[in-house]
Structure formats: structure tokens, C-alpha cells
């Protein structure tokens, strides 16, 4: 009796074994499909291949929820660590506090959401470089934007913005790190508008918040943008952008950890009081990702990534003005938008030679982006399909 059990028991594993590693194949046929960071053929995404030490990080916490904080202390423990991280990378007051979710889009939600709540109005003055997430902000809540005209370098027109503000301003939404262009709005004047007229200031820094900092480290020119200035209200920043982290983790850093009240309702029966934010259950993997990479990077290895990928921004855009080309606009940061007659037909062009980059339509332009997974080789490799590419769409380059 007792063999036959064993037997059983032993072929019952064998065939677990059998259908793992058959849904394993499966899943790597479909995995196999997918354009992949580590070639660098993906060449127009604000993400990259997260480094190993998140991917290790990640694994561990798969089944923590941090909606439900009191099981999961130490979780909890390294969500706060982390936020303390962020509040010092971004110059934050020690009353302010930070949400951690799943990305730019819900930071941004959770922005505007606080902004009407705290002043009761409803209109969001934003300039036309703004990310999508804030149509969706129009279609979920209440809100009206009040789009701002662009200066010729496409930063926000301060004087527009002066003639957008009203008795029904709610806030005001300045961009550090364009989607499209890598530009960042004037943060110190708009800061120093909200300042006066006492009015929400949100700054988008989903993209640069990993870069701006780090950009003047290394001798670049760039205004402040973080909560350092009295202005600012808050903050979205992502790890799973130039965090170097895993998808999904951005996160909202908000000056006053009292506005919290304003967006969190009583949770009766979880292990807390209260809870603020969209979601409830929150996983731990991706902040304890989030976590490790800044312990392993701290900020000089922040700060030689960002070095890195400027340096290979410069060396792709020689490569691509030498080649006749135009950009929209000098690069503030690691994004180069290139002005073509038929863009879409280059992108198009580009996807069937295997490599992925961005069509923006707005700008007649594609969008690269020289994400750290983006080396010099890879630009060297590029270019001549780039070539190819614009060749055979009838754009004039220069031999
Ligand atoms: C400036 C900016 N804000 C918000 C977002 C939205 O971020 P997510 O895609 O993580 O929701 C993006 C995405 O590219 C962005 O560039």
C-alpha cells in the first residue's frame, strides 16, 4: 500500500513537472514575439531593462500587499524607505509625504484629484505638450483643462499662463521632462505664480524626475523643478521610467502629508484606518524592486547612467544631423524628436527592419529615446537603417 502511494505520488509529480514546463514553452513562444530592451531594438521607449538586482528584489515580494500594511510589515517598512529616498531626491519638506502606485498616469490622477479637493474648482491650466493622462483625468472626474499656448523653444508661455488663471483655477500643471520632447516647462516662475495667487502647482516629472537632478550634477544648465521651490505642490516621479526599475512603479511625492486626508477614506476592515490613493491592493514586488535599485545605484550610480545617456544622446544626435536631418528642438534630456516629411512611413519602414521607435504625428517627427539600454553601438548599428529607412520614404538626406 505504502509503494503504491509513493508511485502514485511520484507520477503525479512527474506530470506537474510535464505541464509546468510545457505552460513555460508556451509562454516563451508568445515572450519570443516581443521586441526586447537588452538588443536594443527598442529604441523609442521611456522604459528600459530593469537591472538584475530589481528583477531579484521583485521575485522575493511576489505575494505582499501593501494595501493591508499590518500583515506585510516589512513591506511596509521598505515602502517607507523608499519614499524617503524620493523625498530626498527631490528636495522635499519633512512634512511631506508620498503615494507609490503603478505609474505616471495614476500619480497624475491622484495630483488632480487632490488639487480639486483641496480648492473645490475644477479647472487644470496645462500646456499642449502635456502627457495623455490628463485626458483621461477629463474623462474620470469632473475637470476642464485650459490648454497654454508653447513659446517657440516648447516651454509653457508664462504670460498665457497668467492670462489662463481665473477664480475657477484649481491648478496648475508644469511638465519636467516633455513625453515627446524631453522639455521642461519654466517650474521656478510657475512656482512662484502658485505661490502668490495660492494655487495647486503639480510638475510632471514622471520622465525627468530620474534625470533632472542629476543633469545639474553634471554641468548642465537647468532650472529648478523639484519641491525645493515653495510653489510646488507635488511631484510625479517613476522608477519604471529612468528609475531603472520594473514595471509598474511611479510614484507622488506631495509637500503636505495633511492633503492626504483630502483624498482617504476609512478602510473597516483591513489592518488600517485609512487608506489614500486609487488602489487597495497594492503589490510590494515592484517597490521592493524600486527600493534596491536606489540602494544599489545610490545617487552616483544615478548620476553616471544619466551621464551616459546624455553622452550617447550627443554622439546619435552629430550622427543624425550629419545624416541632414532636423531636430524639433535641441535636446534638454536623453530624447531626440527628428522633423520628417513622412514620419509614419519611416517608422514604418524602421518596424520592418526590426527596430521600434515612436511616430508623433503632432510634431511630423519620430521620437527616439536614448534610454540606458541604448549604447553607442546600438546608435552605430541604427543608423544606417535609419538611413535606409528615410531613403525609401523620400525624405532628403545628405550623403
Ligand atoms: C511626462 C509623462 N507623464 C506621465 C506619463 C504616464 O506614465 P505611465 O505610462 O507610467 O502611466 C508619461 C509616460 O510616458 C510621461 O512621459
Not at 107 to 134: G, V
Not at 298 to 324: F, L, P, S
Not at 343 to 368: D, E, H
Request: proline share 4%; hydrophobic share 40%.
Amino acid at each position: 500500500m505504502q509503494t503504491l502511494l509513493c508511485i502514485i505520488s511520484k507520477m503525479r509529480k512527474e506530470y506537474n513537472q510535464k505541464k509546468e514546463s510545457q505552460i513555460l514553452k508556451n509562454l516563451d513562444i508568445y515572450k519570443n514575439q516581443d521586441f526586447s530592451f537588452k538588443n536594443g531594438r527598442i529604441i523609442g521607449s521611456m522604459c528600459t531593462q530593469p537591472l538584475p538586482i530589481a528583477k531579484k528584489a521583485y521575485i522575493r515580494f511576489l505575494e505582499t500587499n501593501l494595501g493591508d500594511p499590518e500583515l506585510f510589515p516589512g513591506t511596509k517598512e521598505i515602502e517607507i524607505r523608499y519614499i524617503s529616498f524620493l523625498k530626498k531626491l527631490l528636495n522635499a519638506p519633512k512634512q511631506s509625504s508620498g503615494i507609490i502606485g503603478t505609474g505616471g498616469t495614476e500619480s497624475n490622477i491622484i495630483a488632480i484629484w487632490l488639487a480639486k479637493n483641496l480648492s473645490s474648482k475644477r479647472e487644470i491650466i496645462i500646456p499642449k505638450t502635456a502627457h495623455f493622462s490628463f485626458q483621461k483625468i477629463v474623462s474620470l472626474m469632473d475637470i476642464k483643462l485650459i490648454p497654454v499656448n508653447l513659446t517657440k523653444k516648447y516651454h509653457m508661455d508664462i504670460l498665457d499662463v497668467k492670462n489662463k488663471i481665473d477664480n475657477n483655477t484649481a491648478a496648475i500643471v508644469g511638465i519636467a521632462g516633455s513625453t515627446e520632447l524631453g522639455t521642461i516647462d519654466p517650474i521656478p516662475e510657475l512656482s512662484d505664480i502658485c505661490k502668490d495667487e495660492n494655487i495647486f502647482l503639480h510638475v510632471d516629472a514622471a520622465f525627468g524626475g530620474f534625470i533632472i537632478p542629476f543633469l545639474k550634477k553634471i554641468g548642465y544648465n537647468v532650472a529648478d523643478f523639484d519641491l525645493k521651490l515653495k510653489g510646488v505642490s507635488s511631484i510625479t516621479i517613476d522608477a519604471h521610467k529612468m528609475g531603472c526599475s520594473a514595471i509598474p512603479l511611479g510614484s507622488l511625492i506631495i509637500r503636505e502629508k495633511k492633503w492626504l486626508d483630502k483624498i482617504s477614506v476609512e478602510t473597516p476592515y483591513i489592518s488600517s484606518k485609512k487608506q489614500a490613493g486609487i488602489l487597495a491592493t497594492r503589490s510590494g514586488a515592484p517597490v521592493a524592486a524600486a527600493y534596491a535599485v536606489s540602494e544599489y545605484l545610490g545617487m552616483q550610480g544615478y548620476k553616471r547612467i544619466v551621464q551616459r545617456c546624455m553622452d550617447t544622446t550627443n554622439y546619435a544626435q552629430k550622427k543624425i544631423e550629419n545624416m541632414g536631418l532636423n531636430l524639433i528642438t535641441n535636446p534638454t534630456m536623453n530624447i531626440l524628436a527628428i522633423k520628417l516629411k513622412k514620419p509614419s512611413v519611416v517608422v514604418y519602414n524602421l518596424t520592418r527592419f526590426g527596430w521600434k521607435v515612436n511616430y508623433m504625428s503632432r510634431f511630423s517627427a519620430i521620437r527616439i529615446v536614448l534610454m540606458p539600454h541604448i549604447t553607442k553601438r546600438i546608435i552605430d548599428e541604427f543608423i544606417p537603417y535609419l538611413r535606409k529607412a528615410c531613403e525609401s520614404a523620400g525624405e532628403s538626406i545628405s550623403y
